[in-house]
């Protein structure tokens, strides 16, 4: 007899109806389903900025889940713990998910299913969240890819499947389990003042992010090679933030690109390229996962690394204070809009490990709890990469010097003047919006004089050369 019980899909960084694996195939079994999202360990020790805007993307999709006649079940507890008890109370038969590739849910996941199947229950995980599996890219020898070139190569000719259409029916359960209020969690309570402000900017849910796709791939592929490098000008995709909660999937934006490349649109190699910088940073990750925690080339654990996030030349760095207009636009344009230019990433990472020698890891800690793009493997490699720490990564001696970069890719000032309002005599409103968004207790006004720089460009130069010279590996 065929198993009639419902299945649980368990709900985490794939917050959509449109190519969704598991969602697909438990709407296909004709069984009732049980869509659930737990905020469960993993989510927990989310940074104030992503937890948040996960916060915003569930609620989005428990709307769409709503307009399809279903619901989304919302438990908090740890995910072994509340899967165990759904299965109890529902009598469901399955648990399956979409996979998740960063250490900490990996461990989580391995645990779930382990004690899952000894229950008895069809524990099961679906691919969804990239476009190759990492174990499945391997080099002629069998090993992982360290260098993205290659990389690259290897898997920009594969046949990547046809996304799936979008879930529009799924079989209801007798009863609904009940549920946690979503405002009860209270997800953005780390946010202080800077929820209103961030929420002007961020756009929530898979409609958004389909909408976002659309105009990019009609309006900005085309230009995309040249634009990509201006931090006033709109020219990328912002599609990091929406696909790093699954709002959609890298599969429907890999194909866009492949169209936009067949219709001649020239920059459409260079995004697709992107798209896979974003493959080979979880490939690096599960292959290596000390790569969000310790120096990927472990020689540099000799390196004299400041690791003191108290001194004044760091908190004027998270601040954007440090007297260096690019440096401080970027950091205020992330506190402000949750989201930073890459350009601007790589300078600010630059001037933190490279100027003010500080460890990559406080950087990233700042980043992971400011940016609503938060993406543990993209993160963690962007940082070891301009630290010079990590794979593939720019030569510590390669150092940005913030002035250049400025007249380079900010030759009118209209990123700096857009973000740093001191100087100003009438401010725009994104200038301004960063001090209504800092806690009051940094003392912040518009009004303030702009500081001197922190350190000289050519002085922090010099140190960091001469502590790069000195090093004995
Ligand atoms: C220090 C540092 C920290 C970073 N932290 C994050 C992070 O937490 N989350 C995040 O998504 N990206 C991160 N990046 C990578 C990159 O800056 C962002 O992906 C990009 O700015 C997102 O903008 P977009 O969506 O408009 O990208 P587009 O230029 O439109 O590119 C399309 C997609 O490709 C992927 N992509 C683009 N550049 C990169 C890259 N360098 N590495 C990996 N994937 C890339 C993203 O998914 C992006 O949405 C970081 C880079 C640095 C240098």
Redesign the pocket.
Known sequence: MSDTSPIIVWIRRDLRLSDHAALSEAAGSGRPVIPVFLHDEVVDRLGAAPKWRFGLGVGAFAEALAGIGARLTLRRGTALEGLRALVQETGAGAVWWQRAYDPASQERDRAVKAALKEDGVDARSFAGHLLFEPWTVETKQGDYYKVYTPFWRAVKDREVPAALPSVSELRAPQRWPESDALADWAMGAAMDRGADIVGRYVRVGEAAAQGRLGAFIANGIADYDEA?DIPAEDG?????EP??YGEISPRVCWHAGMRARQDGKPGAEA?LK??V??EF?YHLLHHTPRLETGNWRPEWDAFPWNEDDRRAEVIAWTRGRTGVDFVDAAMREMYVTGRM??RA??IV?SYLTKHLMTHWKIGKAW?EDC?V???PA??A???Q??AGSGPDATPYFRIFNPATQRRRFDPDRRYVRRWVAEGQGQPPRTALDYFAAVPRAWGLSPDDGYPAPVVGLDAGRKRALDAYERRDF
Do not use: I, K, Q, Y
């Open positions: 990509r990328t995709s912002t599609l990091s696909l790093t995004w992107e798209l910088w974003r940073a230019h890459n990433r790589m990472a980043f940016l793009d938060w993406d993209s993160n490699l962007g940082w990469w301009s």
